[in-house]
């Protein structure tokens, strides 16, 4: 690939590859955009087939960071890592260890987190050479109740939007996939008086878990999902499960998840959905509540959290804040994220070109 040209094209501020020898560590860092903050954003460990792929995929990402960051209202830009590894061979403390050096070297122009393949004990190894990095076991931890918080706020707006009034009891919902995020989402969802939710799952044990710990919540088939007559369908399994096939048999008029990549193709899909009268919460603003969790541990006082969930709440008026966007340039919710992003990172670039003392 072109690297300088894709970067050019894309507004990419820095890609940083870096080796140890003694570990066999292998990565590429991405900064995208620093204009609101330093990048955040996690670091990904996948047997790449090749750096073609490896460096594709962590500029991708580090682009997709920058827009979560500006439309959670966050000082932070966008980053990632990639580590070129078979997680299986590779992992050690002195392996995460070389890596948090490296992070070290960019002086706090990014600051890493866990993602696929990496997890809160990697990042204490990490935590071991610098500072930046969050997801640090005694500080916010595991993030998947945030980001369920967060969904829970933006299901409420998305109906608020589509029917006029948020009170999570009046309505019914089918959550695909009882993970963390989709477990803690039915619980949410009880909690807020919801009294007809379905479920799907691939996983035996998550199914009986579910079973056990909500027995009002009803198993449906994986295939029977998106075809059930309910308000909301939940995302909060896969990628891509909004694509050609099941946008036709959607029958829910919201579809608002944990799930990242929920559109095949955004363009196409997210336009198809509009189309159909569908509201959708876009997936990078509504699945944000995990990393304003994090953010919160960069805060001078430490993290708390009290106030990272208080904070996350405000994905309820962010997504209602995206649908006007919507509205008023007549494209669809996935776009309209894209504006509200870049909108806030020219208007807070702007204020900037003067120097003030703190
Ligand atoms: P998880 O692996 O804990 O849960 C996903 C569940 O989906 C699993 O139980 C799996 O068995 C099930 N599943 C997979 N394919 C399925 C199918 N076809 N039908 C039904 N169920 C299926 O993952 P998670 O942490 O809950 O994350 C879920 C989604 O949310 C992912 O897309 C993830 O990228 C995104 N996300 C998670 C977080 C977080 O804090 N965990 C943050 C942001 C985004």
Redesign the pocket.
């Known amino acids: 690939m072109k690297k300088f040209e894709y970067m050019e094209k894309h507004g990419y501020e820095q890609l940083v590859f870096f080796h140890d020898e003694s570990t066999g560590l292998k990565g590429i860092t991405c900064i995208h955009n620093t204009t609101l903050g330093p990048s955040l954003g996690g670091t990904r460990l996948w047997n790449y087939d090749d750096e073609e792929e490896a460096t594709l995929d962590v500029l991708r990402l580090a682009r997709g960071m920058t827009y979560k960051a500006a439309c959670a209202g966050l000082n932070l830009g966008g980053g990632k890592s990639v580590l070129i590894g078979d997680p299986e061979k590779v992992k050690s403390e002195a392996y995460f260890r070389a890596f948090g050096r490296y992070v070290q070297t960019l002086g706090g122009r990014y600051i890493t987190a866990p993602d696929v393949n990496t997890d809160v004990k990697a990042m204490k190894y990490i935590n071991m050479e610098t500072d930046h990095v969050v997801a640090i076991p005694e500080k916010s931890g595991n ?2 109740p ?2 369920a918080w967060g969904a829970f706020h933006g299901i409420r707006a998305s109906l608020k939007e589509k029917y006029g009034d948020n009170d999570i009891s009046k309505y019914s919902y089918a959550v ?8 803690y989402l039915i619980g949410y969802l009880l909690e807020a008086g919801a009294e007809k939710i379905y479920f ?4 035996e044990k ?1 199914i009986e878990k579910i079973n056990d710990k909500y027995p009002s919540v009803e198993f449906v088939k ?1 295939e029977s ?1 998106c075809e059930l007559d309910v308000d909301v369908f939940a995302p ?4 891509a499960v909004i694509n050609d096939e099941t946008v036709e048999c959607l029958k829910a008029p919201i579809v608002a ?5 929920v559109l095949e193709d955004e363009e196409k899909h997210g336009q198809a959905l509009k189309d159909k009268g569908i509201l959708y919460a876009p997936d990078f603003v509504i ?1 944000a ?2 990393l304003i969790n994090v953010s919160h541990e960069l805060h001078p006082e430490g993290y708390n959290r009290e106030k990272a969930f208080n904070e996350i709440e405000s994905i309820h008026d962010r997504i209602l804040d995206i649908y006007k966007v919507a509205r008023d340039n007549d494209t669809h919710t996935q776009e309209a994220a894209k504006i509200f992003a870049r909108n806030r990172i020219e208007e807070i670039g702007r204020i900037q070109s003067n120097t003030i003392n703190r």
């Open positions: 993030p998947s945030a980001t695909q996939g009882a993970g963390q995020t989709g477990d799907t799952e691939i996983n998550h994986p999902i909060c399994a896969l990628g998840g944990t799930a990242n990549n699945n509540g995990g």
